[in-house]
């Protein structure tokens, strides 16, 4: 630049400084940050949040609030609570039952998976971890289901236990499946909603069947 050669920088004005950010107006949610926040700060605002997702799936109907803030906590916590209660205890098992907590895990979220990948095949607009957080948070009407079946069949193992269990089991079936299918229904292809449904019940209906053929050791 013409004369930059010429400027020069003169004893008394002073070189060192401070870059600062000026004030001004800013919304809590520009400068929204959870570094400073206490650890139970944390702990309690996702465990409120976990807690509404559950609400959600209990009150089904068409939303996004499982899509806009996902989580694998809430799936997380039912997967282990409903291979928990599976433990220990099948129609056809000859051992201590063992290897049925991993077959559960592995069942529950393999399925989520597939149909996962079978809903953005089709031509869905809902992320992989959006459907996982779904269909697991799905899970809860049939994890309340199991808990059911083992207090009825600490009555007894009859006709009576089983019908009673049926009942149940059939109920939260069609609970889990309406509500995945209510929060999912807007995100499927008009034309293509049936082959995304189909899986989601087949899904729910092995884990059903795992609940209603259980009798503890």
Request: with cysteine; net charge negative.
């Amino acid at each position: 630049f013409p004369g930059l050669a010429d400027v020069s920088i003169s004893q008394d004005i002073p070189v060192e400084g401070e870059i600062t950010v000026p004030v001004g107006s800013h919304s809590p949610d520009e400068d929204y940050s959870t570094l400073d926040e206490p650890v139970k700060d944390t702990i309690m605002r996702d465990l409120k949040a976990v807690g509404k997702k559950f609400v959600h799936v209990m009150y089904p109907k068409k939303s996004s609030a499982l899509l806009r803030d996902w989580d694998l906590w809430g799936p997380l916590v039912l997967c282990v609570s409903l291979a928990l209660m599976l433990q220990g205890g099948s129609a056809d098992s000859k051992d201590d039952g063992g290897p049925q907590f991993a077959e559960v895990f592995v069942i529950i979220w393999f399925g989520a998976v597939v149909i996962t990948l079978n809903s953005k095949l089709l031509g869905g607009t809902i992320s992989f971890f959006q459907s996982l957080c779904v269909l697991g948070y799905c899970v809860m009407p049939l994890t309340v289901a199991m808990l059911v079946c083992r207090l009825v069949l600490l009555a007894g193992t009859g006709t009576v236990s089983f019908i009673v269990r049926l009942v149940v089991v059939g109920a939260m079936f069609a609970w889990s499946t309406l509500a995945s299918t209510a929060f999912l229904a807007d995100s499927q292809p008009p034309n293509r909603k049936a082959l995304v449904v189909y899986p989601i019940f087949l899904f729910y209906f092995v884990i059903s069947w795992m609940i209603l053929t259980f009798t503890p050791q």
